[in-house]
Every structure is written in C-alpha cells, then in structure tokens.
C-alpha cells in the first residue's frame, strides 16, 4: 500500500514557540492532502484540506493564522502551530489521497501521526 | 454531520464475528473503513463506493447499501490482531467534497483469547 510519513513523530514544546509538522508521501504523488488532530479515545476531525499549489480550505472553526498550512509539492504538506498553547496538545495526522491513475479509487493513506505536547 | 457508528463497543472470543455499523443522513459517494490500535494512525482497511458494492478480504469484508445510507463491516472468525477501534469515513455525494472525509465517533472492538 502507499506510504505517508509524518515527522516529527512526537514534540514537546514550550507555550508560545511554533511547531512545524511534515507529512510526506513517499512512493506516490498526492494532490490533495488533508490534517486532522484527534483528541485521546474521539475521532479524527479535519482540520484543513491541502491542495497542491492554492490555499489550503479550513473547516468552521478552525483559525488559519493559527494553524499554517503549505502543500509546496506533491509529496509534501506541512502544518506550522503557531504560537502553540497547552490546549493545542493533540496527536496531530495527515492523510494523503492517492492521484487518479495510481489504484482505481480515491483511498486515503494516513501518516503515522504526531503527537504535540504544549508545557 | 457525522455518521453514527454502532455499535460503540463490542467484546469478542478469539473465532467469533461481529458486524460494524456505519448510517449517514446525507447522501454518500462512498465509504471509507480503517483501523486503529492505542497510539498509532488508523490503517486503512476499505475503500466502497456508491453503487450498494460489497468487498472483502480475507475474513473482514464490508457492505454498502446506497439507499439506506449505510455500510456495515463483517469480521469473521475474529483474530487477537483484530483489536482496536474502526472508525468509518464518509464521502458525501455530489462532487464537491473533493476527496473530505467525515468519520463516525468509532466502535471499540476487543478480541479476548
């Protein structure tokens, strides 16, 4: 199956300090990538989805300034937390959703997930 | 909205089966179901589309029926492996949603030798 990757894997950073996350598709080309943060025993809730070359497209509630999002080519999608505060802590993944041509449907492969701890 | 998944938590023996519900009140372009395990990212498990497909492999297949806005995931014969917590994504029909996926809450599967 494809592979995404994420790095880094956990952080743990001062409040106020930015972080920057990667998530990288390593054996196919992805269009569009897309980040969520999950809280401990909920679901996955979309932050943003990522297009290759345009601006990312944010779900209600979620604060593009304060959450950065660049999808600079098509294996790399990076989310910068700016300004990170204690209620920023989340395991933090991304999913990249497979280009037509690669397997017959639109699957989404997920990154191994960064955990962000915010002291 | 989100798709309600049942049940929420279910409790099996090594060799027993259990079925995952996935309903949506919005009409889908398709269903995604994935597998996740304490502390890891969910792996993706199936992919069906609209069109009432059923798929499989090896002894976890899934359903969909189009009409009834809903997709069940089938484990046969359960395996310890099979642990964790399967969650389902929806796409909504209608061509915009470009790929977004909305997961249900998740359904908590323990296997028990």
């Known amino acids: 199956g494809a592979v995404v990757s994420q790095h880094p894997s956990w952080v743990i950073c001062k409040s106020g300090t930015s972080v920057k996350i990667e998530c990288r598709s390593l054996?196919?080309?992805?269009?569009?990538m897309f980040w969520y943060r999950q809280f401990p025993k909920q679901s996955l809730m979309l932050m943003a989805t990522?297009?290759?070359?345009?601006?990312?497209?944010?779900e209600q509630g979620v604060e593009k300034d304060k959450f950065l999002i660049n999808h600079a080519s098509l294996t790399l999608s990076t989310l910068t937390v700016t300004s990170a505060h204690p209620e920023d802590s989340s395991f933090y993944i991304c999913s990249a959703r497979v280009a037509s041509g690669y397997t017959s449907h639109n699957e989404q492969f997920f990154g191994p997930g960064t955990r962000l701890t915010v002291l | 909205q989100q798709p309600v998944q049942s049940p929420q938590a279910v409790i099996l023996r090594e060799g027993e089966d259990a079925v995952i519900n996935c309903s949506s009140s919005?009409?889908?372009?398709?269903v995604h179901w994935y597998r996740q395990k304490h502390g890891e990212a969910p792996v993706f498990l199936m992919i069906l589309l609209k069109g009432g497909e059923q798929k499989g492999h090896e002894k976890i297949s899934a359903s969909f029926n189009e009409k009834k806005q809903q997709s069940s995931l089938y484990l046969t014969a359960s395996q310890l492996s099979y642990s964790g917590t399967y969650f389902c994504g929806t796409e909504k029909a209608g061509g915009t949603s470009y790929g977004k996926l909305t997961f249900g809450q998740g359904t908590i599967l323990t296997v028990h030798p």
């Open positions: 990522s297009n290759e070359g345009s601006k990312a497209t944010y």
């Open positions: 054996d196919f080309q992805a269009t569009t």
């Open positions: 919005k009409a889908l372009y398709s």
